[in-house]
């Protein structure tokens, strides 16, 4: 049975604890070891974007709908979960490219809708300079990432699971199994280890031979001091994405992931905190208050690895970007993988070996 399993999730960011909670709500005995504590190293630098939008093939579209989906599931199931479907505007393409997003995307059921001018700034009555023509995806959200990740390591307690602070320095083996995990309070034995450690993780996984092709590039985020209601929703300017979070505050990035702090990166968040603050009316007293310049975990291919490390029992790794859109479908399909052998079709291309072919 499942509950007689003991299984190690390393890593506390929105990956790992929507796997340790959704092993959890299973019956299994998780332990969670992180040593940042409840909310990882990337998720708190997340501009928590939940969506589908353009760039992405169908195959990656189909498994990004189906995780919105799991976002309502999920917090029917949790409620308190800070979720908002507040739509996203985008122009942050010109004009030709976007409209052949909206027509392949919309091709494909995801509710676009084209506006002009007029009902963009119907849509958000505080842009300076509403765009002349944009999509909006009513569809879209947001969540509060490192409270979400909170909620889910906190109801996963309650279901068990124990998460102890602390640095995992290996992977421990034993005749070719993943057997546990070395820490910095000792070993730590396990049936199953999942590898959910974001940045980290490659790291990790090589003490046992693996190598996970993910690059860390920075992203620079600005958030200002709490403010009146400015947005509604996200904004997606051709160099500026915004939102403003449930406290108020405004956050923005020259990219949704984040952009290129420079070499001056306080310097670089003045600057994009001033144009910020240019695009919207009403924000003559928004304040910069600080900066996050975080590392997200993107393998080389641009797409999630998830599964079982071939040739290595006992490993179960989930890295990827888009970590926040992904959680509830990855902790539910991995859970279902790690306990009953069942790996669901979206997940197929994803898996470590796509990068030995």
Known sequence: MAAAKQFIVVGAGIIGASIAWHLAKAGA????????GAGGVATPNSFAWINASWGNPEIYFRLRTRAMAEWKRLAKELPGLPLAWCGGLCWDLPADRLEAYA???SSWGYGIERVDRERAAQIEPDLAEPPEFAVYVAEEGVTEPVAAARALLADAERHGTRVIASTVSALAQTNGRITGVDTSHGLISADEVVLAAGVGAPDIAATAGISLPIETPPGLIVHSRPYKRLLNGLVHDEKLHMRQTAEGR??????????DPGDDPAATARELFAVAKAALRGAGDLELDFHTVGYRPAPIDGFPIIGRAEGMDGLYIAVMHSG??????????????????????LLAPYGLSRFAQ
Do not use: K, M, N
Not at 29 to 36: G, H
Not at 324 to 345: H, M, N, Q
């Open 29 to 36: 005995q998780v332990t969670v070891v992180s040593e940042s």
């Open 103 to 105: 027509a392949e995307h």
């Open 250 to 259: 405004i956050i923005a990035g020259s990219d949704f992931a984040g952009g």
């Open 324 to 345: 926040i859109t992904l959680a509830p479908a990855v902790g539910l399909f991995a859970a279902r993988e790690i306990l009953y052998g069942e790996r669901d079709p």
